[in-house]
């Protein structure tokens, strides 16, 4: 029997899981270059194996994708999303989406172009040049309206500021690496699970509001809510529960905004700190768009701003982390992957290797030319993951990410405010822990 991957296994695993807990994003940087591609650390006693080489990641996550469950983490993960797409697993995913993926193919999504432009062009419009702003929750209105009006053709821009606070709270109270302590405390009546409680409760009244609105209206419409209150099997019964409902609108409501939030955020910071890349920015905008705002039809010509999104999803991967349980014994290098164990693929990681990008911390959008992109291996870019469980939301959050970045950008610029800390924050997303204040300036 093949040993497990080197790793620093004699630490006490107590100690890995305190490093984890304090900064994992180091020390899981420290472990791959420390000691290669596939290497292990045990947390409580489960091995867990991160796997750093692109060849690696797409073993795990398409080629022999079979071998893995997403497993690690979910039991906690579903006590606020439930059974939706991004949690559940086997015949209910495939059957959920199957059901839901026609409302993410292109020409879906071509149509919400409008409502994308029009919502950043109104939440710009309320600033006043020189405000100082958290763009953090800037972005977090913005994308939480445009989910909640293309997907559910419903407005949430009145209670935004409450959702967004209970989104924090409740993205607050999740640990990346639960152990079997945490699982047990998660049960208790603490100060903060009963804040996650009264956050998920504050979601839900959302959620169950919506949906309850449609029942009124007959589940007529053809956005996705809609389609999920008519699902039905092929043999035309068994519609989804009100409880499945929610659990889909759940997911894609807080997956669908939370994520682009972020992107969008660190992409106004990197901005504001390389102002040379900013100025190419405005000039690609001036010159496609001249005065007017941005349509579906700018998005290929934007190949710049595509660019520097790209970029800042490199270096700042909303999703920054992806683990999976080994169903059997598997091998990858020679080296054993043990039946249970904990196979993990991490962004961040990889996302600032200097064998895929040299001087990886430097904010350069070039790196994503067609040419550069050819000499690198695929998989050394994975923010929206693949396989079966690729994100099915990657095309709106592109077209989105793209729309509004050229719809601000045309009239701001962004300017950190002295002495803001950042302080990366790695829960289920990475996010800014003090949020970004910036000053807003208009161009
Ligand atoms: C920058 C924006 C986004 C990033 C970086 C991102 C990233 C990801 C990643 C990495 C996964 C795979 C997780 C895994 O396999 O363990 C995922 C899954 C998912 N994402 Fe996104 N996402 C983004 C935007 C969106 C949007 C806009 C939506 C919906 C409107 C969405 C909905 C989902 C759903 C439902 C899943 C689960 C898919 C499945 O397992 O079938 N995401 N996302």
């Given amino acids: 029997m093949t040993p497990l991957p080197p790793g620093p296994s004699v630490w006490p695993s107590w100690r890995n899981l305190l490093r984890l807990r304090r900064d994992p994003l180091t020390f899981l940087t420290s472990l791959a270059r420390d000691y290669g591609d596939v290497a292990a650390?045990?947390?409580?006693?489960?091995?867990?194996?991160?796997?750093?080489?692109?060849?690696?990641?797409?073993?795990?996550?398409?080629?022999?994708?079979?071998?893995?469950?997403?497993g690690p983490g979910l039991e906690r993960t579903k006590r606020l999303l439930g059974e939706g797409l991004l949690t559940s697993e086997g015949e209910l995913h495939r059957r959920q989406r199957r059901l839901v993926q026609p409302a993410f193919h292109k020409p879906q999504i071509v149509r919400h172009g409008e409502t994308m432009v029009g919502i950043a062009d109104r939440v710009a419009g309320t600033w006043r040049d020189g405000d100082e702003r958290d763009v953090s929750q800037e972005m977090m209105r913005l994308t939480l309206a445009i989910v909640a009006r293309t997907l559910f053709n419903t407005d949430v821009e009145s209670e935004a500021a409450e959702i967004g606070a209970a989104l924090t709270a409740a993205v607050e109270s999740f640990v990346t690496f639960a152990?079997?302590?945490?699982?047990?405390?998660?049960?208790?009546?603490?100060?903060?699970?009963?804040?996650?409680?009264?956050?998920?409760?504050?979601?839900?009244?959302?959620?169950?509001?919506?949906?309850?609105?449609?029942?009124?209206?007959?589940?007529?419409?053809?956005?996705?809510?809609?389609?999920?209150?008519?699902?039905?099997?092929?043999?035309?019964?068994?519609?989804?529960?009100?409880?499945?409902?929610?659990?889909?609108?759940?997911?894609?409501?807080?997956?669908?905004?939370e994520t682009t939030a972020n992107a969008l955020t660190f992409t106004w910071y990197l901005l504001s700190q390389n102002p040379g890349v900013e100025a190419a920015l405005h000039a690609e905008l001036d010159t496609v768009l001249g005065d007017r705002l941005p349509t579906v039809e700018d998005v290929p010509k934007l190949a710049y701003t595509e660019m520097v999104l790209t970029e800042a999803m490199r270096l700042y991967p909303p999703a920054w982390i992806m683990g999976r349980r080994v169903v059997t014994d598997h091998l990858i290098r020679g080296?054993?992957?043990?039946?249970?164990?904990?196979?993990?693929?991490?962004?961040?990681?990889?996302?600032?290797?200097?064998?895929?990008?040299?001087?990886?911390?430097?904010?350069?959008?070039?790196?994503?030319?067609?040419?550069?992109?050819?000499?690198?291996?695929?998989?050394?870019?994975?923010?929206?993951g693949a396989g079966s469980r690729l994100c099915i939301g990657e095309p709106f959050a592109w077209m989105e990410g793209v729309l509004v970045l050229a719809t601000i950008a045309r009239h701001w610029r962004m300017r950190l405010v002295p002495g803001h800390p950042i302080v990366l924050q790695p829960k289920i997303t990475l996010r800014s822990k003090h949020g970004m204040k910036m000053r807003l300036e208009r161009r």
Avoid at 45 to 64: F, G, Y
């Fill in 41 to 70: 650390f045990h947390v409580g006693p489960v091995p867990i194996i991160l796997l750093s080489h692109p060849d690696d990641v797409r073993d795990m996550l398409v080629t022999r994708e079979w071998n893995f469950v997403k």
């Fill in 179 to 257: 152990s079997p302590i945490t699982l047990i405390v998660d049960r208790l009546p603490t100060p903060r699970n009963r804040r996650f409680e009264a956050a998920r409760d504050r979601l839900n009244t959302t959620i169950f509001r919506m949906i309850d609105e449609r029942h009124r209206q007959g589940a007529s419409g053809d956005d996705l809510l809609a389609r999920l209150l008519q699902a039905r099997d092929t043999d035309g019964s068994g519609g989804m529960s009100d409880a499945l409902v929610r659990d889909e609108a759940m997911t894609l409501f807080i997956a669908g905004h």
């Fill in 335 to 384: 080296v054993r992957l043990p039946r249970n164990s904990v196979a993990v693929a991490c962004q961040w990681v990889m996302h600032h290797d200097p064998r895929f990008y040299p001087e990886p911390d430097a904010f350069r959008p070039e790196r994503w030319t067609d040419d550069a992109r050819a000499g690198r291996p695929r998989f050394a870019y994975f923010p929206f």
